[in-house]
């Protein structure tokens, strides 16, 4: 049966001298794996640029469920503005995005409301007057929602410390593995308070950073080390 869905590409592999494997999380049947032969050949119908990490395409092919991999019919960009920006910034966002997503999505199954949030979070990063510098912070926070673990937003004076394990603030911290310190939880709390652009100094939002993945670390054993977030803590003033 012929498939068409939209899909995000996660991962693309060399195979051989001329052909490539690729990693789509496609809307109607989640994560699906396609080998593309001649990708790197000027003749090619589908070229390996194609297929950079966090494009969005329009794919048709086969849709045997015995075949672990397979072979696109048809398959196209999808214009998201990607192609107008290339400024440090919006690239160390979307290698982030792409490196988490490749580790929590990697055997995915079919989830559209995941999909449909995903695709209007990659088109964020290319609004032209979005706020960069926190914009990470919130894709993760909101990210938790549907995954299941969203911080209560709790705070207070006397609850002015996040725990990664329990997600809601408490009066206490221990240890700075297990608790977010204060700075970071006040941080934290404003910006599931609000939807305007939170100012805070390049280090606290740095630091918040490392503790929010932390908390994804905590709550999905997926999750180990995302190596871009030390890109994205250089490039976002």
């Known amino acids: 049966m012929l498939i068409t869905t939209k899909g995000i590409v996660l991962h693309g592999t060399k195979y051989s001298d001329t052909s490539l494997i690729v990693k789509l999380f496609t809307e109607k049947r989640g994560v ?10 000027k ?46 910034a919006r690239s160390a966002i979307l290698l982030f995005y792409n490196e988490l997503l490749y580790k929590l999505l990697f055997e995915s199954g079919e989830d559209e409301v995941l999909f449909h949030f995903l695709e209007e979070e990659i088109a964020k990063v290319f609004e032209e007057d979005i706020e960069l510098a926190d914009l990470p912070l919130r894709f993760l926070l909101r990210l938790s929602v549907i995954l299941g673990f969203f911080p ?3 705070y207070s004076d006397s609850n002015c410390y996040f725990s990664l394990s329990e997600s809601k603030f408490q009066s206490y911290l221990i240890d700075e593995k297990e608790e977010i310190p204060k700075e970071e939880s006040l941080y934290l709390s404003m910006l599931l308070r609000s939807d305007s652009p939170v100012a805070a100094p ?3 939002r740095n630091n918040l950073l490392h ?12 999750i180990r080390n995302i190596e871009s977030a030390e890109i994205l803590a250089s490039v976002l003033h």
Do not use: C, W
């Open 32 to 41: 699906q794996s396609f080998i593309v032969k001649g990708a790197f050949s």
């Open 43 to 88: 003749k090619s119908r589908f070229r390996a640029s194609l297929f950079s990490p966090m494009a969005l395409v329009s794919a048709t092919y086969d849709d045997h469920n015995s075949e672990r991999l397979k072979y696109f019919k048809d398959v196209s960009r999808l214009d998201t503005g990607m192609e107008l920006s290339f400024d440090p």
């Open 152 to 154: 209560e937003n709790n």
């Open 202 to 204: 390049r280090h606290i």
């Open 211 to 222: 503790y929010l993945i932390l908390y994804y670390k905590t709550h999905n054993e997926q």
